[in-house]
């Protein structure tokens, strides 16, 4: 198994996950953390060296977990038609987005605490999306779907409207639970926008979205 010390430090990981999420970072004190990971303070001082290193080691672990929905998803995009292909990858990501839900949790609160900043932290888990999409873009390419060229400006534009859409729907609801309701709002306002996009980002001018 995993040696004591691995052990100790993933439970005192899991603990302020948890903690940062349902009680934003300024309210979370590392004491209440090393009660609920059933460790001594001590014990979560000797792993990290202070409440903000703590808090960037857990962004960075839960930014790591592997995305489930991926894997399934390559299976299923077809290369045929860009909007039906936008579509499945885009509701995809918004159910992965709220699999991930605590680090989406721990922003939205950031956005009203004290917590520390880091780079590259507004998108997170979107970075990884972007990545998955990315390299859907650059095979779609290749099979003639779209123009061959580099889509990382298009790629972002896409995953920030995701983005926008789950904050709106997160920060209405008070809610972080991928309810019925949400998810159905949410896939319309996907359904919504893939023609728009489709033609606006990934189609050469002119062209019409093949069906």
């Given at each position: ?96 987005v709220f699999s991930h839900v605590n680090v989406m949790r721990i922003l939205i609160q950031e956005k009203t605490s004290a917590a520390p900043r880091f780079e590259n932290r507004e998108l997170y888990p979107l970075i990884r999306l972007g990545d998955h999409f990315k390299s859907y873009l650059a095979r ?72």
């Amino acid at each position: 198994g995993m040696p004591a010390e691995d052990r100790n430090r993933n439970k005192i990981i899991q603990a302020s996950l948890t903690l940062f999420g349902d009680k934003g970072y300024s309210d979370t004190t590392t004491k209440e953390i090393a009660a609920l990971s059933g460790l001594s303070e001590g014990t979560l001082f000797n792993h990290f060296k202070d409440k903000p290193s703590l808090y960037k080691a857990t962004i960075d672990a839960f930014n790591n977990l592997p995305i489930h929905e991926l894997k399934t998803i390559d299976k299923k995009v077809g290369y045929r038609c860009l909007e039906d292909d936008l579509y499945l990858l885009g509701t995809t990501y918004i159910k992965a987005v709220f699999s991930h839900v605590n680090v989406m949790r721990i922003l939205i609160q950031e956005k009203t605490s004290a917590a520390p900043r880091f780079e590259n932290r507004e998108l997170y888990p979107l970075i990884r999306l972007g990545d998955h999409f990315k390299s859907y873009l650059a095979r779609a390419a290749e099979k003639g779907l779209i123009p061959r060229k580099k889509y990382g400006m298009e790629a972002d534009i896409f995953l920030n409207h995701l983005a926008a859409m789950i904050f709106r729907a997160t920060a209405v609801e008070r809610n972080f639970t991928l309810t019925a309701g949400m998810k159905k709002n949410l896939f319309e306002e996907v359904k919504g926008l893939c023609p728009k996009l489709a033609r606006d980002l990934f189609l050469p001018r002119g062209a019409k979205p093949s069906r």
